[in-house]
């Protein structure tokens, strides 16, 4: 790949905030009561047995899936280091578990995390790559939020001169309901600096992400 690209980041016209993290911490006690009215509203008996502790285990299950609210992606991006290294860096198949903010129903798949690192080889951990993944997947989300939000937190935070997200997921509100059309998955992809620019970058990177 070439190097004759200015790195990205901070800054760039196409950076988007990563979204404001929530103040408070999730109402346990709120999402209890919320559940329960829902069991109401169905017409079920919220205190017959096999229902009595479903409130409080549905409040912490979805305190759990919402747990990226309340983090802050710098704390998964603390740790950088500089490497001799300036050509891709690509992490395939990360598996991916978030749910779609319209229907709170999961949508879920396979994420390939890839960046060209700065001069300086500014790179970090692989694991970080899939923690920022699960970050942004742990919250009520679109694919292609989800996509651009992990895009531009490696961005600003590593200035490489290209960042790539490619994510390919399967939306439970399209087969499971709706439009029941089960198995139908969905491609969404970010792309930041070189990989915009450079048509053969983006298609080197994309066959590495196809497996080619
Ligand atoms: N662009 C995008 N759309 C999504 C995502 N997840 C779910 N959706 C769509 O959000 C849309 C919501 O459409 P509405 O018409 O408001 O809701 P609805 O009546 O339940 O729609 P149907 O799913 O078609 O029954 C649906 O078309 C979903 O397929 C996502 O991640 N990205
Ligand atoms: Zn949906």
């Given at each position: 790949?070439?190097?004759?690209?200015?790195?990205?980041?901070?800054?760039?016209?196409?950076?988007?905030?990563?979204?404001?993290?929530?103040?408070?911490?999730?109402?346990?006690?709120?999402?209890?009561?919320?559940?329960?009215?829902?069991?109401?509203?169905?017409?079920?008996?919220?205190?017959?047995?096999?229902?009595?502790?479903?409130?409080?285990?549905?409040?912490?299950?979805?305190?759990?899936?919402?747990?990226?609210?309340?983090?802050?992606?710098?704390?998964?991006l603390d740790r950088t280091f500089d490497e001799a290294h300036?050509?891709?860096?690509?992490?395939?198949?990360?598996?991916?578990?978030?749910?779609?903010?319209?229907?709170?129903?999961?949508?879920?798949?396979?994420?390939?995390?890839?960046?060209?690192p700065?001069?300086q080889g500014r790179v970090t951990g692989l694991?970080k790559?899939?923690?920022?993944?699960?970050?942004?997947?742990?919250?009520?989300?679109?694919?292609?939020?989800?996509?651009?939000?992990?895009?531009?937190?490696?961005?600003?935070?590593l200035?490489?001169?290209?960042?790539?997200?490619?994510?390919?997921?399967?939306?439970?509100?399209?087969?499971?309901?709706?439009?029941?059309?089960?198995?139908?998955?969905?491609?969404?992809?970010?792309?930041?600096?070189?990989?915009?620019?450079?048509?053969?970058?983006?298609?080197?990177?994309?066959?590495?992400?196809?497996?080619?």
């Amino acid at each position: 790949m070439t190097s004759s690209v200015e790195p990205i980041g901070a800054g760039d016209d196409d950076s988007r905030p990563d979204g404001a993290l929530n103040s408070t911490q999730f109402d346990q006690e709120r999402a209890e009561a919320a559940i329960r009215e829902l069991l109401l509203a169905a017409g079920e008996d919220p205190e017959r047995e096999g229902l009595r502790e479903t409130p409080a285990r549905v409040a912490r299950a979805y305190r759990e899936l919402f747990a990226g609210l309340y983090t802050n992606p710098d704390d998964v991006l603390d740790r950088t280091f500089d490497e001799a290294h300036e050509e891709l860096v690509l992490v395939r198949d990360i598996p991916v578990y978030s749910q779609c903010e319209h229907h709170l129903l999961p949508f879920h798949g396979y994420a390939h995390v890839g960046y060209i690192p700065n001069e300086q080889g500014r790179v970090t951990g692989l694991s970080k790559l899939a923690r920022l993944v699960d970050l942004y997947g742990r919250r009520p989300q679109v694919q292609e939020r989800l996509t651009s939000q992990v895009a531009d937190a490696l961005a600003q935070r590593l200035e490489p001169r290209g960042v790539i997200v490619v994510i390919e997921a399967e939306h439970l509100c399209m087969g499971m309901r709706g439009v029941r059309k089960a198995g139908a998955t969905t491609t969404t992809s970010a792309v930041r600096g070189i990989f915009r620019s450079s048509a053969s970058s983006r298609s080197e990177a994309l066959s590495l992400i196809r497996g080619k």
